[in-house]
């Protein structure tokens, strides 16, 4: 568990707003897997999950192409056992929340993203 969420929060938040992609994937370990809606919109792909960071480096790298003015707004981060969940605006006006899952170092090894409809 990350010692302080709201400074791992600010900190992906950054990590994200840089379009940097080694500091975005500097919070997940090396077999993290993701699901999230935005696989298929981003890769075209109908599969909602992308296992290993070689393979969401690819994934990530097409969407920050697709939207060059990426930028996220933290609204709220929350904690339980393990993991946080991040709210925040993404993309396209949508409020997103992510369920970050954590190892014993703070690093992400699973990550469930939800998005609004509107």
Same mark, same amino acid.
């Given at each position: 568990?990350?010692?302080?969420?709201?400074?791992?929060?600010?900190?992906?938040?950054?990590?994200?707003?840089?379009?940097?992609?080694?500091?975005?994937?500097?919070?997940?370990?090396?077999?993290?897997? +993701?699901?999230?809606?935005?696989?298929?919109?981003?890769?075209?792909?109908?599969?909602?999950?992308?296992?290993?960071?070689?393979?969401?480096?690819?994934?990530?790298?097409?969407?920050?192409?697709? +939207?060059?003015?990426?930028?996220?707004?933290?609204?709220?981060?929350?904690?339980?056992?393990?993991? +946080?969940?991040?709210?925040?605006?993404?993309?396209?006006?949508?409020?997103?929340?992510?369920?970050?899952?954590?190892?014993?170092?703070?690093?992400?090894?699973?990550?469930?993203?939800?998005?609004?409809?509107?």
């Amino acid at each position: 568990m990350h010692k302080n969420p709201q400074e791992f929060a600010m900190n992906w938040i950054e990590a994200w707003n840089s379009h940097d992609l080694d500091r975005i994937l500097s919070h997940y370990t090396d077999d993290f897997a +993701i699901t999230t809606p935005m696989i298929k919109l981003a890769m075209g792909i109908d599969q909602g999950t992308l296992r290993g960071k070689e393979n969401i480096r690819q994934y990530w790298a097409t969407a920050l192409q697709k +939207i060059p003015d990426l930028h996220f707004e933290l609204m709220d981060v929350t904690q339980s056992v393990d993991s +946080i969940a991040l709210y925040y605006t993404s993309v396209m006006g949508k409020r997103a929340i992510e369920v970050m899952f954590l190892d014993d170092k703070g690093k992400v090894n699973r990550v469930i993203a939800h998005y609004s409809e509107d």
